[in-house]
């Protein structure tokens, strides 16, 4: 699976931009606030019709615009799909070949996996974000998943509107949390699972030697277990809940784990933490590749900032054997080294150009 063609309008500060990629690596190079990450954000936006940098389309769409496009050629094998994703306030359009489609119908037609600065939350932000990081990747990988997801948000918001009315309908919600929450942990904990496997065999860029760990606090496997689990702790928080008329158990308020060494990786040096977010997008594009037989593409920001020269460039060489990566990088020099094998593109003032 590749981008053939990439077309974005009024995203940022660009106005408007094709390119044509190459099916390995394509790397752009240019000044700081330029729009290099803008182009990845974009690839970005036809995948899943969300930035992978901010929740505030606000901060997308161009200034004084009020609408942005994002739109591809996609690949896999003989296939080609046009993909498009039109946002701005209020608005929200998918199409595909040009027809609008729903976005159960949009989603898995085209993959990324995201190594970026604006990703450092994963690590050092909140257990919400980190929740956010394992469902939205296993939820592109298994539409199955997804519905789950959607589902035990939609029971779990139904259950907390009833506990802050104090209503007796709050028990059948309770019921429904049970069947879905304990579904959706058990999903959770089984994709954790083979992340962290793929972390312990994958490449290690940066040469490091840390053992990385990716747990979940309920890593049952067995679905009868979980929703045994489940029940015991909605027992033990029921009167707590009722008092406070909030929701204190669930998987919305779950933990996930991730160690350098044994220790919480919050606690680790900012050189430690970049290092584990670039594994864990690896681990990503592994477990696509395991469970689908294709690659996803791959999106590494100021790849060159973190790593050394040499181990950059082993790294793209890695990635690109088996799919396509786009990489942007402040350093020309580089650029045109490690693209010797692909396509160079220069990036200033929104406007791209094939160097």
């Known amino acids: 699976m590749w981008i053939e063609r990439l077309h974005v309008r009024d995203l940022r500060n660009i106005t408007e931009v094709e390119c044509a990629l190459g099916p390995g690596l394509n790397v752009f190079h240019g000044a700081n606030a330029q ?24 901060a997308v769409v161009r200034r004084g615009q009020p609408v942005l496009s994002a739109g591809a050629t996609a690949v896999e094998g003989d296939r080609r799909s046009a993909l498009e994703v039109e946002l701005g306030s209020g608005r929200r359009a998918l199409r595909v070949e040009g027809r609008p489609v729903t976005a159960a119908d949009y989603h898995g037609r085209l993959e990324v996996a995201v190594y970026a600065t604006d990703r450092l939350r994963v690590v050092r932000g909140s257990m919400r974000d980190r929740r956010q990081f394992l469902d939205r990747s296993a939820g592109a990988l298994w539409p199955a998943y997804r519905r789950l997801l959607q589902e035990n948000e939609r029971v779990a918001a139904q259950r907390a509107a009833a506990l802050e009315r104090r209503s007796p309908d709050r028990f059948a919600w309770e019921e429904r949390l049970l069947d879905h929450g304990s579904a959706l942990r058990v999903r959770r904990a089984s994709y ?31 679905p009868q277990a979980a929703r045994e689990r489940l029940r015991r702790e909605i027992e033990a928080e029921r009167a707590a809940e009722l008092a406070s008329g909030r929701m204190r158990v669930g998987p919305q308020r779950d933990r ?71 990489v942007t990088t402040a350093h020309p020099g580089w650029a045109r080294r490690v693209a010797r094998d692909g396509r160079l593109f220069e990036v200033a003032a929104g406007t791209v150009r094939a160097a």
């Open 192 to 222: 954790a699972r083979r992340l962290h496997e793929a972390l312990q065999q994958e490449y290690r860029p940066g040469g490091e030697r840390e053992t990385y760990t990716l747990r979940v606090s309920h890593p049952e496997e067995d």
């Open 256 to 326: 996930v784990l991730l160690e350098i060494a044994g220790a919480d990786a919050v606690e680790a040096s900012s050189g430690q933490v970049r290092s584990l977010l670039l594994a864990l997008t690896l681990a990503v594009l592994a477990v696509h590749r395991q469970e689908t037989g294709h690659a996803a593409v791959a999106l590494l920001d100021d790849l060159d900032s973190e790593l050394d020269e040499q181990r950059a460039s082993l790294l793209c060489e890695r990635v690109c054997a088996r799919g396509q990566a786009l």
């Open 35 to 58: 729009g290099k990450t803008s182009l990845l954000e974009a690839a970005g936006l036809v995948s899943r019709a969300r930035s992978f940098r901010t929740d505030d389309l606000k």
